[in-house]
């Protein structure tokens, strides 16, 4: 491979400039360059699970899977920016700045059939209970960052301000089956007044709810999270991707594989080390879910490339 400078980095090889941003267009010769790597410097990888992974990804790619480069989410917005908080407008405008596919919210119905973005169903440090509480009394809180804590009125109409970044809206598993259906219902009736149903994504650890979503909104990306099922069965409820954890995900090359097979995406979280995301990118996931989309975003104009 032409232009790979001889810095000796190991049997993974960071580039910035020489080579275009990474792409695995050829999943034959990604494999070759694994196997290859492995066989110069089997020990430079100095994680044991993440050379397994490298090397699944690469009998996977082997097998004729083709890989893209995935698509950064921003997990509860980009809130590890300056004057961010998890899930405020600001974790959105910051995520939209630096150009990442979605950036991720978490839903709740109030007492008062109110939606409200927050990701705990008690607010730290209060006895607020974002179910059991009314929109008034929840917005009053004020997050780290000097906001109060928005409604998801308040997140569309910014998400509108926009015309790129997703709104990747999680709906919080309610106490029961009830207000899981009604948060869903709720949920579908605001992103379709706001006119954005073609801005927003859906996630759920709920099955229910998941179906749901995708019954109403049947063109809409709803991906299922909890990690039990799957791929072809959630495809068979008009469910379009998976969205599981790493250490769920990573060691089932077959999922990733049966997932694409029937035409899904696949979606992990929380991917906060490099040596993770690196992994991710290997196995051929589809989007990545992190606290550091910034940091996700630079690995990404990387080359994977051989050492000499
Ligand atoms: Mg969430």
């Not at 300056?82 to 959105?92: L, R």
């Not at 119905?109 to 509480?133: F, S």
């Not at 569309?156 to 029961?176: F, G, M, P, V, Y």
């Not at 948060?183 to 179906?211: H, N, S, W």
Request: net charge negative.
């Amino acid at each position: 491979m032409p232009g790979i400078p001889e810095n000796g980095c190991g049997d993974i090889l960071m580039q910035t400039k020489v080579l275009p941003p990474f792409r695995l267009v050829n999943p034959e010769m990604f494999a070759t360059f694994v196997m290859v790597s492995f066989q110069k410097s089997p020990t430079n990888i100095s994680n044991d699970m993440t050379k397994n992974l490298i090397l699944a990804a690469a009998m996977l790619l082997a097998g004729g899977a083709v890989a893209a480069q995935p698509k950064v989410i921003a997990h509860r917005g980009y809130w590890t920016a300056p004057e961010s908080a998890q899930n405020s407008i600001a974790s959105f405008t910051k995520a939209d700045a630096v150009g990442v596919f979605g950036s991720e919210i978490d839903v709740w119905l109030t007492a008062d059939d109110k939606l409200i973005v927050n990701h705990d169903r008690i607010y730290k440090g209060t006895d607020v209970n974002m179910e059991k509480a009314t929109a008034k009394e929840i917005t009053a809180i004020v997050l780290p960052n000097g906001e109060n804590i928005p409604t998801l009125e308040d997140y569309l109409t910014q998400a509108a301000k926009s015309d790129k970044t997703k709104l990747i809206c999680e709906i919080k598993r309610h106490s029961s089956a009830a207000n899981n259906q009604r948060a869903a219902d709720a949920v579908v009736a605001a992103v379709k007044a706001a006119g954005l149903t073609d801005r927003v994504e859906y996630i759920a650890f709920d099955l229910a709810t998941c179906k749901r979503i995708a019954a109403a909104l049947p063109d809409a990306m709803v991906q299922y999270l909890n990690g039990d099922i799957a791929p072809a069965a959630l495809r068979a409820d008009g469910i379009r991707g998976i969205d599981y954890t790493f250490s769920t995900i990573s060691v089932r090359p077959d999922w990733i594989r049966e997932a694409h097979d029937n035409g899904m995406v696949v979606n992990t979280w929380t991917v906060n080390a490099e040596q993770d995301m690196m992994s991710c990118i290997a196995l051929g996931m589809d989007f990545i879910t992190t606290n550091y989309p910034q940091t996700l975003k630079e690995l990404l104009t990387k080359t994977f490339v051989a050492p000499n």
